[in-house]
């Protein structure tokens, strides 16, 4: 089992940036595909970008493609993902989890474990 501390969210200005990290707790953590998700008030839990185990593949939403990066640093057990030209769209509860069969998925279903969420909220 993992725990998952989300930080670094916050307010900020549209075209501005944040850099969200992910903590994981355990000494499996680059066993585990990692991904962010995000989910605004009303609406589902919606797909951001995922990272595998080695860091060697990414995958991203359309809607941040090119603005977003997801990185990962197995040494320290931390997720990251920079987030630039932010649109008040963006505007969520952004939450990373983990995946312990490295599968590399988009959907929620594929993904074991959850933090408790970071607020970022872009203003227009």
């Known amino acids: 089992q993992v725990q998952l501390v989300e930080s670094g969210g916050g307010l900020v200005q549209a075209g501005g940036s944040l850099r969200l990290s992910c903590a994981a707790s355990g000494r499996t953590f680059s066993s585990y595909a990692m991904g962010w998700f995000r989910q605004a008030p009303g609406k589902e839990r919606d797909f951001v970008a995922t990272i595998s185990r080695s860091g060697g593949g990414t995958s991203y939403a359309d809607s941040v493609k090119g603005r977003f990066t997801i990185s990962r640093d197995n040494a320290k057990n931390t997720v990251y993902l920079q987030m630039n030209s932010l649109k008040p769209e963006d505007t969520a509860v952004y939450y990373c989890?983990?995946?312990?069969?490295?599968?590399?998925?988009?959907?929620?279903?594929?993904?074991?474990?959850w933090g408790q969420g970071t607020q970022v909220t872009v203003s227009s």
């Open positions: 989890a983990a995946d312990p069969r490295g599968t590399f998925r988009r959907g929620v279903s594929g993904y074991d474990y």
